[in-house]
């Protein structure tokens, strides 16, 4: 059986020692919650849907964009792909 979200949030916030560091409403009511650590290095970030099933969330309709948070997130926490 596959957890909940919720409860893979809550292992991981869990696992890594994080906290809550930011709860925002968007302006469609949607909610992202972000986790981070002391040191800066380990973050997740939560993005509650309003009205919204399991599916990637697009403007047209959720009034939100999946893309946009996606790369909000990057930019925030700066990830650096190092090849081999």
Do not use: Q
Request: net charge negative; hydrophobic share 30%; glycine share 8%.
């Amino acid at each position: 059986k596959d957890p909940a979200i919720e409860d893979v949030i809550d292992y991981w916030v869990t696992r890594e020692g994080l906290s809550k560091t930011e709860e925002s409403v968007t302006d469609n009511g949607s909610v992202l919650t972000k986790y981070g650590s002391d040191s800066g290095n380990v973050s997740i970030w939560n993005l509650w849907i309003k009205d919204s099933r399991h599916a990637w969330p697009n403007e047209s309709v959720n009034k939100i964009s999946g893309n946009k948070y996606i790369m909000d997130f990057f930019n925030e926490v700066k990830y650096i792909c190092k090849g081999p």
